[in-house]
Structures are given as C-alpha cells and as structure tokens.
C-alpha cells in the first residue's frame, strides 16, 4: 500500500490554510506552521478539517520530513528553513501550484509591478456579468486550492505576484497578462532588475499556441525580454496609440479592441474608470474577455459600470474646496507615478513608508510640475527629505497618519488635491496599505 503523503504548509493567511485544506481533502498527511499567530477564523478552519498546526514557532522535526512543502510567498527562499528544507531536496511550490493539479478550469492570470488588481477584479466583474461559472483566487479573493476542494468553477481570474511565480512550475495560464515591469522589491531580487523581470515572466511559462499572452507594448522592459524569449502563445498586445500588431488601442475618442474572435470598440469617456493606467487596465480586461469568448455588448457593459477598487485613487472627500484621495496602493515608485500623471489640479502629495530601494528620480520631473508640497509620512522620512529637499515650495516631516492630514489641512488650499500615495510599503507604521488607507480616510473624515 502507498504510503501516505506529507505536506507541510508554511505559513497560516488565506492561501496557507487554503492549500491545507485542499491537502486533507486529497487524503495526505498535512501539517501547517506559522512563526507568526494565525488568526481565530483560519484556526477555526483548520480544526474544522482536523489538521495539525502550530504558531509562534517552526518545529523543524515536524517540517523537514515532508514529501513536499507549500511556502506561503512571503516567505523569502533565503530564510534559514528555506535553506534546509533546500539542502533535503524536499520539493517547494506555491499554493496557486498545488491547486492547479487538481482542476480543468480555464485559468485568466494577471500579474505587473502595477494595475494587477483593478485589472484581475474588472476581468473578474466581466466574467460574472457574463453569466460565467468564475472564481477570483490568488492576491484578491479566496485562495484557489480552497476553491479547488471546496466548489466548482469553471474558469478563475488569479492575480499573481512575483513572489507566488517564483514556485510555480506545471501550472499553465490559459490567458496570461503583464501590465507592466517596473523595478519593485528589489530586496527579494539581489537588487537586480533581470532576477525580477524573470519571475515575472514565468507567467508565460507552459503556455502553448492555443494559449494567450496580453501586454502592453510600451514597456521597454517586457519588449526587451520578449526579444530575448521564444513565445509559444498568440501575443496579444495594447497600447495607447496603435502600432502595427496592436489588439487594443486608442484612435480619437474611441478604445478599440481586435481579437481572432472579434472587433468592437466603446468611448474612452464610457469607461467606468479614467486615467490613463485604467485605460490600460480597461484594455487588457477587455482582451482577456473577448478571448474567452464573451459577447461584445456584455464586455461593453461591464467596462461602463465596475466601481474602482479600494485604495487605488480612491475618492474620499472634499473639504473646504480641497480633494482627498487615497492611493495607499502605490506601494513602489512607478504606481505613485501613475498616481500623479492622472491629477489636474496642485497636489499635495503623502509619500513615505518602507523603502524598498526607491529610485525617486522617476517622479522627480511630475513632482516639480504638478506637485506643490510634499508631506513625508513615516518613521524615517530622511532619503524622502534628502531626494525631494528643493524641489518643491514645501516638504514637511511627520511620523503618523494624523500628523501628517493636519499638515496637509494646514497647506492645501480650495482647488487643490491631497494625495496620499506613498511610493512605499506600509510596515513601518501601519499592518497593511489596507490600513494605512482606512486611517488616512478615518482623519480625513474627521475634517468635515
């Protein structure tokens, strides 16, 4: 008789206790350990499906004799369990990995340094005006592998970070998406750019000429990696002005789109978000949708109506002539670029947070046309004071969210736009970019 096969999960957040699951249902013997505290509704979950489980600590006995290991991604492979784990030769992939064995869906993924969300939720929103069977799995949404052992869909929208591409290897993307490549976590990568840009393009990895891949055609980066690659699957590229093999692209004042399957257009001003990075993202999730066949109208219809996603030049309020918006999803340099290309008023503009080895230069010439105060918000503002010190009529250093509203109160006037879009991670003074946005709208609300 076959021996049962252990699966050790490390870490105890969605796609952890998702990928456990999915494991006991199979029938293996599953083990998850979290150095972290697992909170009340995951520990719940996995009592519920009777696996084994420990926080606050790695019991290396209890992980080293696995068959396989699923990594929670924001574990780096350089941790010292990592590294032993590593020297046993014991296989490591990620959660989206485990539960793509064990499902025949159609698999929509979407991954880019910026835009990856608001894209993967309007492919998402698409699909299910659609009338589609679809599930929303890897950064938003529940974890796949919980998916996979608990329901059925037939086709799922996966937003994927590098850190979940860096283990995957079998799984195939039916319809893969790179917004852009733009330099972010270069801690994870060595500070090197290539290491970065490689993970993100084994998105594109097993695809064959059935298969899909949508990008946009004006990233240098991702034309000069695709000159380097051999590209199995039908390339489906966007971009604002048409080149010569563009499948969407902007002529006047209509967006048009141009797949095996169809030809259709809709109004720049229709779509249900503005700015230029939505129209990309309007781009590529119209693609997507017409490469899986759904009729034009009903694509046309959800691009008009899908609500911007939360956190992402999100409107919060204006007060006293001056607008809030909440941006805490630009955790790196290039989304925070993006942020200021769409502002049409003086902005005062919130950076700060955990650098994650920031080049400022790129917003440096939006900053010095479009921006009239900065306002630094984080523990250490010093590379922010340093870089920007100059450049603007105004910086001022603050060190928390309520500190740093009052400032920006103090400084805007009627006309203007405060803008809270960091360039950085949150860890330093708040949990998540969740909650560094929910506290900036909380004091922002406390103005009125």
Known sequence: MEATKRLVVLGGGESGVGAAVLGKVKGMDVFLSDMSMIAPKYKEMLDEHHIAWEEGQHTEELILNADEVVKSPGIPPTTPLMLKIAERGIPVISEIEFGGRYTDAKMVCITGSNGKTTTTLLIYHILKKAGLNVGLAGNVGQSLALQVA?????????ELSSFQLENMYDFKANVAVIMNITPDHMDRYDYKMENYVSAKFRILQNQTKEDYFIYWQGDPVIAAQIAQLHIEAQMMPFNEDKLFDSAAWVD???????TPQDVW????????IQGLHNLYNSMAAGLSASLLDIKNEKIREALQDFEAVEHRLEFVAEIEGVRYINDSKATNVNSTWYALESMTSPTVLILGGKDKGNDYSEIEELVKSRVKAIVCMGKDNSKLLEFFGGKVAQIVDTHSVEDAVKAC???????????????????????????RGRQFKQQVLKLK
Do not use: N, W
């Not at 059925?152 to 929208?157: A, C, K, L, R």
């Open 252 to 258: 006047g004042k209509m967006v048009h789109y141009s």
């Open 265 to 272: 257009e809709i109004p720049r001003d229709q779509l249900a």
């Open 409 to 435: 109160h103090d400084i805007a006037t009627k006309g203007d736009t405060v803008l809270l879009s960091p360039c950085c991670a949150s860890f330093d003074l708040f949990k998540s970019y969740e909650d």
């Open 150 to 158: 608990t329901t059925h869909h037939d086709v799922y929208v996966i």
